[in-house]
C-alpha cells in the first residue's frame, strides 16, 4: 500500500502570493495532520481533521486554512506569504481519531519564500 | 502553557546503550509518542506510552511517568543508523492536537 503523498515536493514562491499543499493519505485512513516544521525544531501542528470536519487548529494566523474531501485528502492553503513561511509543511495520517493510534507522515513539501 | 523539552544534542558510541529524555508540560494528556526522524526524512513512529511503566520493542524502550511530567527513550547496542533525531510529542485531550519538543539530535560514532 502507498503511504501518505504529498505534493509537490518542492515550492518556491514570493512575499505576497498563495500557495496550496496537497496531502493523500494512506488508504483507509480517516484523519489528516498539518504541520509546520523550520530547520533544527519539531513540527508544528497547525490542522487536523477527521471526517472532513476540523478538529484541532494550532496557534497559526487566519492565512492558514485547510480542508479535507469526501476521499479523504486534503488541502493546506496559505494567503499572503511571509519570508517567515518558509519551512518543511508535513501531513500525517491516521486510521481514525484514537488517541494511540501513531500518525504515518509524509515527505513533506518544502516551502521557499524569496 | 504547553511546553516539551528535551536536550538539543547526544552523542554515543557503536554498541554503546543510550538514554534520551524528555519532560513535558501540558494542557491535558492522551499519550506520548517517540519518532524517529533522519535528516531530510519523514519522522516515523517508534513507540507510544499512556500508562506509566516501561514499554520494550526490541532495541528500544520507552519509559513514562505520569506524575512527573517524564519519559525517556532507552536504545540499546546502538547502530551507526540510529544516528537521526528523536523526537518526544504528547497528544492532548480529546486526541485533536499532537505537540512535539524541538528533538534531540543523536550522533552514533564508530
Known amino acids: 500500500d502507498a503511504g501518505v503523498t504529498q505534493s509537490p515536493t518542492h515550492l518556491i514562491k514570493t512575499r505576497g502570493q498563495h500557495v496550496t499543499l496537497r496531502c493523500s493519505p494512506i488508504?483507509?485512513?480517516?484523519?489528516v495532520s498539518w504541520y509546520q516544521q523550520v530547520l533544527g525544531q519539531g513540527p508544528q501542528f497547525i490542522f487536523q481533521?477527521?471526517?472532513?470536519?476540523?478538529?484541532g487548529r494550532g496557534n497559526f494566523p487566519d492565512r492558514f486554512s485547510a480542508r479535507q474531501f469526501p476521499n479523504y485528502s486534503s488541502e493546506l492553503n496559505v494567503n499572503a506569504l511571509l519570508l517567515g513561511d518558509s519551512a518543511l509543511y508535513l501531513c500525517?495520517?491516521?486510521?481514525?481519531?484514537?488517541?494511540?493510534?501513531?500518525?504515518?507522515f509524509g515527505d513533506g513539501t518544502r516551502l521557499s519564500i524569496l | 502553557g504547553q511546553n516539551i523539552d528535551q536536550p538539543t544534542e547526544m552523542t554515543a558510541t557503536e554498541g554503546a546503550i543510550v538514554q534520551i529524555n524528555c519532560t513535558y508540560q501540558?494542557?491535558?494528556?492522551?499519550?506520548l509518542f517517540w519518532y524517529q526522524q533522519h535528516a531530510g526524512e519523514a519522522p516515523t513512529f517508534l513507540s507510544y506510552?499512556?500508562?506509566?511503566g516501561l514499554e520494550e520493542k526490541g532495541r528500544f524502550s520507552s519509559f513514562l511517568s505520569r506524575s512527573k511530567g517524564y519519559s525517556y527513550l532507552l536504545l540499546k547496542e546502538l547502530q551507526m543508523k540510529d544516528s537521526a533525531s528523536y523526537l518526544c510529542?504528547?497528544?492532548?485531550?480529546?486526541?485533536?492536537?499532537?505537540?512535539f519538543g524541538a528533538g534531540t539530535r543523536l550522533f552514533v560514532k564508530a
Open positions: 488508504s483507509g485512513h480517516k484523519s
Open positions: 481533521y477527521y471526517e472532513k470536519e476540523e478538529r
Open positions: 500525517a495520517s491516521s486510521r481514525d481519531n484514537l488517541p494511540h493510534q501513531p500518525q504515518h
Open positions: 506510552n499512556v500508562l506509566d
Open positions: 501540558t494542557s491535558g494528556f492522551n499519550g
Open positions: 510529542a504528547v497528544k492532548g485531550t480529546g486526541g485533536f492536537k499532537t505537540i
